[in-house]
């Protein structure tokens, strides 16, 4: 089946990622589509991710936030879109704090709505390494080591919120963001490393909310819709939480062009609740 060789070639090819990452810290001279500095290890990931994703059988179509257009690689008709986000976090590389790899498999070709979205998943390089699929309802974690992957659990997003994330620099929040903040970090720990996968599976460990939200020098915010937001909605709706770009989830998104960003926000769905009152419509 398709989506589960296009986790088998993301599991196999982690390992290579994470040790190639040390003689790879400097940033490159590129932009990327989206305007980000790309560092060596950006364009590196995600050559070998293109490599590897196009030689599936049934994926039509590769995209990355490291390419601008999207690249025809199969011929089948019905085939699957494969988007990644090769390397989410590569600024923290050189701090040697945790990354990530996110790939959303959507069976429309993009642009396309979250709800074409038919798996996704993401590669956390902390002090281990694993890799985390939601698929037919369901989220596996898995532990990723050179020998292969090994099955950990079943992901379920705690009843009870603990940590709160979000990204931006607080005099760019809008009035009415910072005053949510306000009453979340009254119950929550902060926890934010600025690597959403990183923060991502804090939020689907212990519980809570990870957003990146519309600032008011950037009213979409920073998450690409399809590379990053749209993906973790998806896991983090599977494994029984919520997500929204401050009005509605996050799969229910069609947006118009490919590196197109969106307000982002995935957690308890009480907390994103609160969240959706407390933005304005
Ligand atoms: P990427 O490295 O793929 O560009 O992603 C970085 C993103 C995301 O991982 C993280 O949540 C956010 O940028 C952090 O942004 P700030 O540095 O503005 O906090
Ligand atoms: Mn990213
Ligand atoms: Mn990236």
């Known amino acids: 089946m398709v989506v589960e060789r296009v986790f088998d070639v993301v599991a196999d090819v982690a390992p290579v990622i994470r040790s190639g990452l040390p003689e790879r810290r400097a940033k490159a001279a590129s932009e990327n589509a989206t305007g980000d500095t790309q560092l060596e290890a950006d364009v590196w990931a995600d050559d070998l991710l293109r490599e590897r994703l196009a030689a599936v059988d049934g994926v039509n179509w590769y995209a990355s ?9 199969g011929d089948a008709a019905d085939g699957y879109a494969v988007a990644v986000d090769p390397l989410d976090g590569s600024s923290n590389v050189q701090s040697n704090n945790p990354c990530g790899t996110v790939v959303g498999v959507y069976d429309e070709p993009l642009p396309a709505s979250g709800r074409e ?72 720990k902060l926890r934010y490393g600025g690597a959403m996968i990183a923060d991502v599976n804090q939020v689907l460990t212990y519980g809570g909310v990870f957003g990146y939200p519309g600032l008011q020098s950037r009213p ?8 990053e937001s749209m993906p973790i909605a998806y896991v983090v709706e599977a494994a029984g939480g919520a997500s929204s770009d401050g009005t509605q989830s996050l799969l229910d998104l069609s947006p118009s062009s490919l590196h197109e960003r969106t307000p982002t926000f995935v957690g308890n769905d009480a907390v994103i609740g609160d969240l959706e009152a407390a933005l304005p419509d």
């Open 65 to 73: 936030e490291e390419r601008d257009a999207v690249e025809t690689v």
């Open 117 to 188: 979205l038919v798996a996704a998943g993401f590669v956390l390089y902390g002090p281990t390494t694993t890799m985390t699929v939601a698929r037919d309802g369901g989220v596996t974690e898995y532990l990723l080591t050179e020998e292969g992957r090994t099955d950990l659990r079943d992901v379920v997003l705690p009843e009870d919120p603990l940590v709160y994330g979000f990204g931006g620099r607080v005099p760019d929040w809008t009035p009415a963001f910072e005053s949510f903040v306000r009453d979340v970090e009254d119950d929550l």
């Open 220 to 227: 979409a915010g920073k998450l690409r819709a399809h590379f």
